[in-house]
């Protein structure tokens, strides 16, 4: 007998309903080309479904955007209304009954930086999912006859009529919707919702406390930053940092479900509880919330951002956290993104906002350098990532990043480089790997030499997963030193295609050592 259907479902694309076993970095996979990597690698070795409930197509675990709207919509509808669905089954769960498919979405259309960069004019893994997904929600709203309702971090790559009508969408929702989900949900299912919303919260009381698990133990900590960059949206939302006996709440339901440790989403960490305007970490709230967390019997708790300033502004911070997670005892070393975006200090100066502070924009180059040295020395690993192409952007100016990735190699930094294309949110000013310069290309190219060498070092931790066994272990090492393998392929043959047959041996060398990096330390530091 056919499902009634649930009259609210809300989902996300299969890239995102995932644990990424237990690695981050697992994720950016999905950003990635599709067809280099076969489906069922993907689906079964890096990122397997989260449990799901396979007579239903319930899901156990989801993202914490999609249960932050669960709980506001539970304010008014029963329970029994509102279902967390696998995008693999939704047939199972939506039927006659349904009024409403809510999406989340982080990359749809594959048009954000890491995906751009990764899939140079292929269909990425998460655009190729959302397709997918999307495609069976046209055919099941053929025969139900529902509201479709998209918002996330990457809605906005939807906020277009003709892109909307291609995926079977009805609304989109730009910016934060848990203030006004309720009544957003109840004008879709009477038919007077709009195209298209914009909206912030207001107030920290009106976002909704989570009800269950979430991807990956990732509970929320803070929105917004209040740095200024100029390229990000986050800057459009002001700073709410959640209270602690919230966040212990939230976690508790992540470490009853099974997780042994707790990750803290974020936009700036280190400005939790911030409270002066020159952007020095209030150490005693961190160090508060790190042990609040941490009593409830997690192993650690990690968090996915940190800007440099506030790291080199506050050594003995990193030191006290990493303490805090035994670190310094058992050996373990906890990822994180920064943001270097660039070090050049005119464009420093443009386009970063006050990122730099407790520090000046000219210091931002000694500062990444300490900040980095710093985060290695308390068992931290850096993801940092660079913008390259700049609207704006000279030879000279890249010339300070690819003095900085030198740098990095002779003091044998551990820890990742993105170098990720720029792109323009109004998609007119967007770069593309066919416009790199020569020094662009370079900073590309010595990126990627640090990036093999670092990756080599740590695959034992990379494929460190109890979940793999010694076969598995070794595919997947062999799989890493593959996929550096044909990124520095990809970027050979690119340099013979932008330079007229010259090889990346005969650009990089033009640039290496440029520029005598004889800036001194930041007397703060």
């Given at each position: 007998m056919a499902s009634a259907g649930k009259r609210i479902v809300l989902t996300?694309?299969?890239?995102?309903?995932?644990?990424y076993r237990g690695n981050f970095l697992y994720g950016f996979i999905a950003c990635g080309p599709y067809e280099l990597i076969p489906e069922v690698v993907f689906d079964k070795l890096f990122c397997p479904s989260v449990e799901t409930d396979r007579t239903t197509g319930e899901v156990k675990v989801a993202q914490c955007g999609l249960r932050r709207i669960e709980s506001a919509l539970l304010r008014e509808y029963d329970r029994s209304e509102v279902f967390l669905a696998?995008?693999?089954?939704?047939?199972?769960?939506?039927?006659?009954?349904?009024?409403?498919?809510?999406?989340?979405?982080m990359d749809p259309l594959g048009m954000a930086p890491v995906t751009t960069t990764m899939s140079p004019e292929k269909l990425s893994y998460i655009a190729m999912k959302f397709k997918k997904m999307c495609a069976s929600i046209i055919q099941l709203k053929k025969k139900y006859d529902f509201k479709v309702v998209v918002g996330g971090n990457g809605a906005w790559e939807l906020a277009k009529p003709d892109r909307m009508e291609i995926h079977g969408i009805d609304t989109v929702v730009v910016g934060e919707a848990d203030e006004l989900a309720l009544d957003l949900f109840h004008d879709l299912e009477n038919g007077k919702a709009p195209e298209l919303l914009h909206t912030f919260v207001r107030n920290i009381e009106n976002i909704p406390m989570i009800q269950g698990p979430t991807i990956n133990s990732l509970i929320e900590a803070m929105r917004g930053c209040g740095r200024g960059c100029d390229f990000c949206d986050v800057n459009k939302r002001s700073k709410k940092d959640m209270p602690l006996e919230r966040l212990q709440t939230e976690a508790?339901?992540?470490?009853?479900?099974?997780?042994?440790?707790?990750?803290?989403?974020?936009?700036?960490?280190?400005?939790?509880?911030?409270?002066?305007?020159?952007?020095?970490?209030?150490?005693?709230?961190?160090?508060?919330?790190?042990?609040?967390?941490?009593?409830?019997?997690?192993?650690?708790?990690?968090?996915?951002?940190?800007?440099?300033?506030?790291?080199?502004?506050?050594?003995?911070?990193?030191?006290?956290?990493?303490?805090?997670?035994?670190?310094?005892?058992?050996g373990?070393?906890?990822?994180?993104?920064?943001?270097?975006?660039?070090?050049?200090?005119?464009?420093?100066?443009?386009?970063?906002?006050?990122?730099?502070?407790?520090?000046?924009?000219?210091?931002?180059?000694?500062?990444?350098?300490?900040?980095?040295?710093?985060?290695?020395?308390?068992h931290w690993f850096p993801a940092l990532t660079l913008i390259i192409g700049w609207p704006d952007e000279t030879p000279d100016e890249t010339q300070y990043t690819i003095d900085?990735?030198?740098?990095?190699?002779?003091?044998?930094?551990?820890?990742?480089i993105a170098p990720l294309l720029y792109q323009d949110f109004s998609e007119r000013n967007s770069m593309h790997f066919?416009?790199?310069?020569?020094a662009q290309f370079t900073l590309?190219?010595?990126?990627?030499?640090?990036?093999?060498?670092?990756?080599?070092?740590i695959i034992p931790i990379i494929i460190r997963n109890k979940s793999y066994g010694p076969v598995m272990k070794l595919f997947m090492a062999g799989l890493i030193r593959a996929g550096t393998w044909a990124i520095m392929r990809y970027f050979r043959g690119l340099s013979k295609e932008l330079f007229n047959g010259r090889l990346p041996e005969d650009i990089v060398d033009h640039y290496s050592r440029r520029r005598s990096v004889t800036a001194s330390l930041p007397a703060k530091l």
């Open positions: 996300a694309d299969r890239s995102l309903m995932t644990n696998n995008p693999e089954m939704l047939d199972k769960c939506v039927g006659p009954e349904t009024r409403v498919v809510g999406l989340n979405v508790s339901f992540n470490l009853r479900y099974g997780f042994d440790s707790i990750w803290l989403q974020s936009d700036e960490m280190l400005l939790y509880g911030c409270d002066n305007k020159e952007f020095v970490p209030n150490s005693d709230a961190i160090l508060d919330l790190w042990k609040g967390l941490k009593s409830l019997g997690a192993n650690f708790v990690g968090t996915t951002h940190m800007t440099l300033s506030a790291v080199a502004s506050s050594p003995d911070l990193i030191r006290k956290i990493s303490q805090i997670n035994d670190m310094d005892k058992n373990r070393w906890l990822a994180t993104n920064l943001g270097v975006e660039t070090v050049a200090p005119s464009l420093v100066k443009k386009h970063l906002g006050i990122k730099t502070k407790p520090f000046q924009t000219d210091e931002w180059g000694a500062v990444v350098r300490e900040g980095c040295k710093i985060m290695n020395q308390n900085l990735i030198e740098d990095f190699k002779e003091t044998k930094m551990r820890g990742l066919g416009n790199l310069n020569e590309f190219w010595r990126c990627w030499e640090h990036n093999i060498w670092v990756i080599n070092d």
